[in-house]
Antibody
Framework: EVQLVQSGGGLVQPGGSLRLSCEASGFTFSNHFMTWIRQAPGKGLEWAAN????????YYAASVKGRFAISRDNAKKTLFLEMNSLRVEDTAVYYC????????????????WGQGTTVIVSS | SYELTQTPSVSVSPGQTAKIICSGHALPNQYTYWYQQKSGQAPILLIYGDSERPSGVPERFSASSSGTTATLTISGVRAEDEADYHCQSADSRGAWVFGGGTTLTVL
């Protein structure tokens, strides 16, 4: 079964750090561009960061750039999001997601999502 | 920053057709994607590449894009289609962006 299983998250004080993990199974992880998306309570989806298949290129939303770091370990089929200098406004459900690959064509849309993990930043 | 605009809510009766609109100035140059998200669940990809359906997505879901507007059409709406629908695209610099979401209510 193709799936992404997330771990990490929880309650952290403003200025603190957290690391999210996303373990892939059922597909060739190293073939896929991967993304982190977040959703604040009662709000829409927000792209946070994504990473090229080989990890050589990484892209960040302006709201997290300089504070969050995306990485991947293709040997362990795992995606990571290191979150530092956390703010109250980072409170959200965080999803990892796989970019759609149809044949040799990579799309910007995401066809497999993790179950989501909650991050709460509060004093 | 680039934004995609969606109508916050749409209401239809079962069996009717629902149209959900997404607008953004860069849509003519980038594909639009559509997701369905039910309460407390992760989103599901409904449409990619403006109008393509992944396998497993019912044929009653279709989409099109023209100029700066993309449209998701749900034909023969069912109660189970009640959900939030999100459009997604990218800006000219490759930053991914989502619309604010549209809540579909089945009356």
């Amino acid at each position: 079964e193709v799936q992404l299983v997330q771990s990490g998250g929880g309650l952290v004080q403003p200025g603190g750090s957290l690391r999210l993990s996303c373990e892939a199974s059922g597909f060739t992880f190293s073939n896929h561009f991967m993304t982190w998306i977040r959703q604040a309570p009662g709000k829409g989806l927000e792209w946070a960061a994504n990473i090229r298949q080989d990890g050589t290129e990484k892209y960040y939303a302006a709201s997290v750039k300089g504070r969050f770091a995306i990485s991947r370990d293709n040997a362990k089929k795992t995606l990571f999001l290191e979150m530092n200098s956390l703010r109250v406004e980072d409170t959200a459900v965080y999803y990892c997601a796989r970019h759609l690959l149809v044949g040799a064509t990579l799309y910007n849309g995401m066809d497999v999502w993790g179950q989501g993990t909650t991050v709460i930043v509060s004093s | 920053s680039y934004e995609l605009t969606q109508t916050p809510s749409v209401s239809v009766s079962p069996g009717q057709t629902a149209k959900i609109i997404c607008s953004g100035h860069a849509l003519p140059n980038q594909y639009t994607y559509w997701y369905q998200q039910k309460s407390g669940q992760a989103p599901i990809l409904l449409i990619y590449g403006d109008s393509e359906r992944p396998s497993g997505v019912p044929e009653r879901f279709s989409a099109s894009s023209s100029g700066t507007t993309a449209t998701l059409t749900i034909s023969g709406v069912r109660a189970e289609d009640e959900a939030d629908y999100h459009c997604q695209s990218a800006d000219s610099r490759g930053a991914w962006v989502f619309g604010g979401g549209t809540t579909l209510t089945v009356l």
